[in-house]
């Protein structure tokens, strides 16, 4: 079955060329528990941290505005050493030095646990919702894009990515207790590299979609399907036709692979 | 009929249902401050759209008759008026004569597992009650009830020999089906081109898509006030009228645009003043639902208020106001095109829940309990959405394990007989007590 750890991987390439272009990293540790991830935090975390919502008006900051340029990705592992726990990278603008900005945002939560499976995956996605978990930090609630605010009243108590970074993670880790790693990239520099981080994730929503898939079907629902297939009289030549895909699927892709090697 | 006996017939109705609404429009006057302006700014655009319609029948000018999903923004481009097929059901349900027009289509013989929606406008067509336009936009999705209405039209007298066009809809839902339905969407403007004179200018349709796209970051931002608790409005304002506004009469409008502004300024100012939606004196809102369908149009009245004055609950997100759009990229030709087709194929509402996997129905319920803080989920269950019957499941076990109840109910959106007020009411109220909500 596939997983993330391709994209794990892609995204740490991604992160080495963006160093490699000069582009300046700052970095945050902070591994551990989640208490000591909350420990000295200038916002409360956790269910209604953020009881209220945060007006246009009342917005210190906005990230990932879709015209500015948006993309996001959680990926799980259950190989721990992939992710380096407790790291917090960002290319970009911070917080405090973009009051009134519209700032491009691109941000890949990344955890891993030993046994971590994935009928974990839907539990893990579900821990990372950030809703009202975030003082002074407010996602609009959309299907796709990450396009969020920031109060003013948090940004003048100092709340920067690092303390995002550390929010995130201590939701994640909270809300599932099998990882035991997380590591967060934030990218504010510019729409273009938006654009070429969400070229390399996009890929891991269609993993994920999978894996949501293959979890509801053991539990007895196709999700393509609108009919259950315990009581469908054609059970048998859906499967059937099934198995004739992703027969022709491998066929297509053995035969590009074919095509691609010859000289 | 014959077409000339059919136009003098459906104008006359056509005239009855505008009339309709012109009176509710006289009653919004009445209304002070901003959410009476809002409402009847909301009027003036619907019956603007159905003036221009009369307009039409009346000196035999070009006009089509197709649905919220066929990229209206193509239409308004255009500047071609158009009427949605199922109209009277979605948006003129409150209409004194919708009940008898249901036993009408019993007496003709239309059988009634087949949904209500669906059965009014064959209805309608069969009876001549419908203005017969110069082309028809058909439906092939998201359910097999609504080709059925088309059917209808190719036998019928007077409509035999308009032209239709059918966008052929994907089976899936990923970007090679995106770039099929795009395709389909550019036919079906050659199409409309070629049968009603009118032509699609692109720089004309550029200035629609970013108005359109104005209005739909309006609609995105007054959603979010909704997140607030209390919810600054309930069943009867922003909701489900945003959709009507931004998808059923003049997609890409400034009339449009300037209406999302007042429906946000409205909220922000119920928000300031710690209102929420009910004006009743000592009012408190005490249960927040998720109305996982269209609105009970036929009954309302019967329902909704009940529900806010008697459990202090409020539709806080219901199918129709939920927002999983994007914004139309107006950067080229193509990127337009992608925009509608991903649009109308995966984002409308009840295409995305009729037509997509069934796991649009497990992610929307997960991020709007969560991010609206929803006390319960209403599965209406309508009888004409058989097609989310078994993903009944799948939303049950959705809420399972977001431990928030989720109640079935199964009604008739439009016709109150199939089950009756006092049973919803009854339902709803031991479902809640049963539960310990409110």
């Known amino acids: ?263 | 009929m014959d077409r000339d006996a059919v136009r003098e017939k459906s104008l006359a109705r056509y005239k009855q249902e505008r009339d309709w609404f012109a009176l509710l429009r006289e009653a919004t006057k009445q209304v002070p401050g901003e959410e009476g302006r809002l409402q009847e700014k909301l009027l003036t655009i619907l019956l603007d759209s159905k003036e221009t319609v009369v307009d039409c029948v009346e000196n035999e000018k070009p006009f089509i008759a197709g649905y919220f999903c066929n990229a209206p923004e193509l239409f308004h481009a255009m500047d071609l008026p158009w009427y949605m097929l199922m109209e009277t059901p979605f948006l003129a349900a409150s209409a004194p004569y919708l009940l008898s027009d249901v036993e009408g289509a019993e007496n003709m013989g239309i059988g009634t597992d087949l949904c209500t929606a669906i059965r009014l406008p064959i209805y309608y067509i069969e009876s001549g009650l419908m203005p017969v336009p110069t082309a028809v936009l058909g439906l092939l999705y998201p359910c097999d009830g609504a080709p059925m209405l088309h059917q209808v039209l190719e036998h019928n007298k007077a409509w035999q020999d308009v032209p239709i066009y059918s966008c052929d809809p994907p089976y899936t839902s990923d970007e090679r089906a995106v770039e099929y339905f795009a395709d389909e969407l550019r036919r079906m403007a050659d199409f409309l081109q070629k049968h009603t004179g009118k032509t699609l200018d692109m720089k004309k349709l550029v200035e629609v898509c970013e108005e359109s796209n104005r209005s739909y970051t309006l609609w995105q931002d007054y959603n979010e006030l909704r997140r607030s608790v209390p919810c600054p409005h309930g069943w009867e304002i922003g909701g489900a009228q945003a959709f009507a506004i931004s998808q059923c009469f003049v997609a890409g409008d400034p009339r449009c645009t300037d209406w999302f502004r007042q429906l946000y300024k409205c909220g922000e100012l119920k928000i300031r003043e710690g209102k929420g939606a009910s004006a009743t004196e000592g009012w408190k809102e005490r249960i927040r639902l998720f109305w996982f369908d269209i609105m009970p149009y036929g009954w309302i009245f019967e329902l909704m208020p009940w529900l806010e004055e008697e459990w202090g609950a409020v539709i806080v997100m219901d199918m129709f106001s939920n927002f999983p759009y994007t914004l139309i990229d107006t950067s080229s030709e193509k990127t337009i095109f992608h925009g509608l087709a991903k649009r109308n194929l995966l984002d409308a509402p009840m295409i995305r829940q009729a037509r997509g996997t069934a796991e649009n129905f497990s992610n929307d319920i997960s991020r709007i309990v969560k991010d609206y803080k929803i006390d319960c989920v209403i599965w209406p269950g309508h009888m004409g959405h058989k097609d989310g019957a078994a993903t009944t499941g799948i939303m049950r076990d959705t809420c399972r394990e977001l431990a928030v109840p989720f109640l079935h109910i199964g009604l008739d959106l439009f016709d109150r007989r199939y089950t009756s007020p006092d049973e919803v009411r009854e339902k709803i109220s031991q479902y809640f007590r049963g539960m310990g909500i409110g």
Not at chain 1, 5 to 29: L, N
Not at chain 1, 101 to 110: D, E, N, Y
Not at chain 1, 224 to 232: P, T
């Open chain 1, 1 to 263: 079955m596939a997983t993330f750890d391709e994209y794990i991987e892609k995204v740490s390439r991604y992160v080495a060329e963006m160093r490699s272009r000069g582009e300046r990293a700052r970095e945050f540790d902070h591994p551990g528990s989640p208490e000591k991830l909350r420990e000295g935090l200038p916002i409360e975390v956790g269910p209604s941290a953020n009881p209220g919502i945060i007006l246009r008006s009342d917005s210190f900051l906005e990230l990932g505005n879709p015209e500015a340029g948006s993309c996001a990705a959680f990926l799980w592992t259950d190989r721990p050493s992939l992710i380096r726990d407790g790291r917090i990278t960002l290319f970009g603008p911070g917080i405090q030095e973009s009051a009134e900005a519209s700032l491009p945002f691109g941000q890949v939560l990344m955890v891993g646990g030993d046994g971590l499976e994935p009928e974990d995956h839907e539990k893990l996605q579900q821990a990372q919702h950030v809703a009202d978990q975030i003082e002074g930090y407010m996602v609009r609630s959309a299907s796709q894009n990450l396009w969020s605010r920031l109060s003013k009243d948090v940004a003048a108590r100092g709340f920067d990515f690092e303390t995002l970074g550390r929010a995130l993670m201590n939701l994640v880790k909270t809300g599932a207790p099998a990882v035991s790693a997380a590591e967060v990239l934030f990218v504010t520099t510019s729409k273009e590299d938006i654009k070429r981080l969400d070229g390399i994730i996009s890929g891991a929503k269609e993993v994920g979609r999978n894996i949501l898939k293959e979890t509801w079907k053991a539990r007895g629902y196709d999700l393509d399907c609108d009919f259950d297939c315990a009581s469908c009289k054609d059970q048998v030549v859906c499967d059937e036709i099934k198995d004739v895909i992703v027969a022709r699927r491998k066929k297509a892709e053995s035969d590009e692979s074919r095509g691609s090697s010859s000289p």
